[in-house]
T-cell receptor, first 113, second 111 residues
Framework: GQQVMQIPQYQHVQEGEDFTTYCNSS?????IQWYKQRPGGHPVFLIQ?????EVKKQKRLTFQFGEAKKNSSLHITATQTTDVGTYFC?????????????FGAGTQVVVTP | SQTIHQWPATLVQPVGSPLSLECTVE??????LYWYRQAAGRGLQLLFY??????ISSEVPQNLSASRPQDRQFILSSKKLLLSDSGFYLC??????????FGQGTRLTVV
């Protein structure tokens, strides 16, 4: 079954508003990665977090990795129409010796002008 | 550079026909490779992954199969397509600790 869960599945946002999407794992992650997929495109890497409690920012995007390395969040401030797309989190499970990357189901973001 | 070639970009196939999607990787040796399927507006469903030549792990039982005849080549196949096989197929490389790179994807419609 799905080991990396993302909520919400859909997010409708008014342009200019903030929103947050969450990623949770039942197993400790070695790292967390975030990807963005524009409509009709393929997922593109945004960022990787490795350390417990790590916080990274990319302009209006703030990424956080939980202290227990089991959850993560992506917060977008002052949403713009260019933020439309599906955001995926992904991580490696410390229990997985194959080093397989586990993806969440994604949060589909729709921005209303 | 980490380049992944996938073809074709779009494909329309009748039910019951065979399928072969090819993915080739440049710029790295012994990559971990993945096949994902994405239904319209949905998440990524992991179908197969491979850690080396001839080593394939299936995540979801179905009428699809995968093969890795060469280090940088990953092939997704089916002997007889079903309507439910329609979707966006993505090849990717990466490990649990490194950035994943995706191909451009193949949009398959089974009619």
């Amino acid at each position: 079954g799905q080991q990396v869960m993302q909520i919400p599945q859909y997010q409708h946002v008014q342009e200019g508003e903030d929103f947050t999407t969450y990623c949770n794992s039942s197993t400790t992650l070695s790292n967390i990665q975030w990807y963005k997929q524009r409509p009709g495109g393929h997922p593109v890497f945004l960022i990787q977090l490795v350390k417990s409690g790590e916080v990274k920012k990319q302009k209006r995007l703030t990424f956080q990795f939980g202290e227990a390395k089991k959850n993560s969040s992506l917060h977008i401030t002052a949403t713009q129409t260019t933020d439309v797309g599906t955001y995926f989190c992904a991580g490696g499970l410390t229990t997985d010796s194959w080093g397989k990357l586990q993806f969440g189901a994604g949060t589909q973001v729709v921005v209303t002008p | 550079s980490q380049t992944i070639h996938q073809w074709p970009a779009t494909l329309v196939q009748p039910v019951g026909s065979p399928l072969s999607l090819e993915c080739t990787v440049e710029g790295t040796s012994n990559p971990n490779l993945y096949w994902y399927r994405q239904a319209a507006g949905r998440g990524l469903q992991l179908l197969f992954y491979s850690v080396g030549i001839g080593q394939i792990s299936s995540e979801v039982p179905q009428n699809l199969s995968a093969s890795r005849p060469q280090d940088r080549q990953f092939i997704l196949s089916s002997k007889k397509l079903l309507l439910s096989d329609s979707g966006f197929y993505l090849c990717a490389r990466g490990t649990g600790d490194t950035e994943a790179f995706f191909g451009q994807g193949t949009r398959l419609t089974v009619v």
